[in-house]
């Protein structure tokens, strides 16, 4: 009955999909960055551990549902058969329709997830109705955290959370000052979530270098030694914060 219900939901979305990309114009390809020559551009989506755990979420919020509307039914049937036979088909829907509505939900928000990496920064979309694209830069970005929950790690994914820095208005701590005003970008549901922290870090690290290290441009800018010598001890104090561990 499961198998023949979700075979059928494919089915349908199958069909929703290829309607509302044509109706709301959802590209097929991966958002674009700017790349300069010599640079590297990566583009993924998330794993299909992250599909299985969206699905496995959806199918225990599915029993819980399922089963109040079966007991109701049933309080119904134990009240007044006749008025709970007639309305069967009505309950029946109740419990179907949902279904299929957030089976597509889940295949839609996981085939229109991208995230894509440059030299220089890094790109999410994610939506159809309204889609969502953030860009982060590397130069921007505070720390690089990686999350998983036992219910991911059981899938084998996780999210890397990237914290930037700077936009829009400060939030106040607890003494009603100004704090620090963070934002943050969120890679879910991959399978090397390792592998993409230690390219994002070092991204920024060479994103923050870059000029930094070079003699000749800084000779250019008119600064004396001393304001040399400062910008490279404050990004040499950058790079031992941003390194792993």
Do not use: C
């Not at 830069?137 to 994914?157: A, H, K, Y």
Request: proline content about 4%; overall charge positive.
């Amino acid at each position: 009955m499961t198998r023949s219900l979700e075979e059928a939901t494919a089915w349908v979305y199958r069909g929703v999909w290829g309607v509302l990309t044509k109706w709301f114009r959802v590209p097929h390809l991966p958002p674009a960055l700017p790349v300069g020559p010599g640079e590297q551009l990566q583009s993924f989506r998330p794993s299909g551990g992250f599909l299985r755990y969206l699905k496995f979420k959806f199918w225990l919020a599915l029993v819980l549902f399922d089963g109040i509307v079966f007991v109701v039914w049933l309080a119904a049937i134990a009240a007044s058969p006749g008025l709970a036979l007639l309305f069967g088909p009505i309950a029946l829907i109740v419990a179907i329709v949902p279904d299929i509505i957030a089976y597509v939900a889940i295949h839609l928000r996981y085939d229109t997830t991208w995230y894509v990496l440059t030299n220089r920064s890094l790109r999410m979309r994610r939506g159809i109705w309204e889609i969502h694209e953030t860009t982060i830069t590397f130069e921007n970005v505070q720390n690089v955290s990686i999350e998983s929950g036992p219910l991911e790690r059981f899938f084998g994914i996780a999210n890397v959370i990237v914290d930037t820095a700077g936009g829009g208005s400060s939030a106040k701590d607890a003494r009603g000052q100004a704090a620090a005003n963070y934002h943050q970008g969120r890679i879910e549901g991959i399978d090397n979530a390792s592998e993409i922290r230690t390219l994002v870090l070092s991204r920024v690290r060479q994103s923050r270098s870059a000029g930094l290290g070079d003699d000749a441009s800084l000779a250019t800018t008119g600064w004396s030694e001393k304001h040399i010598a400062a910008l490279r001890e404050i990004r040499d104090s950058l790079l031992n914060a941003t390194r792993p561990g």
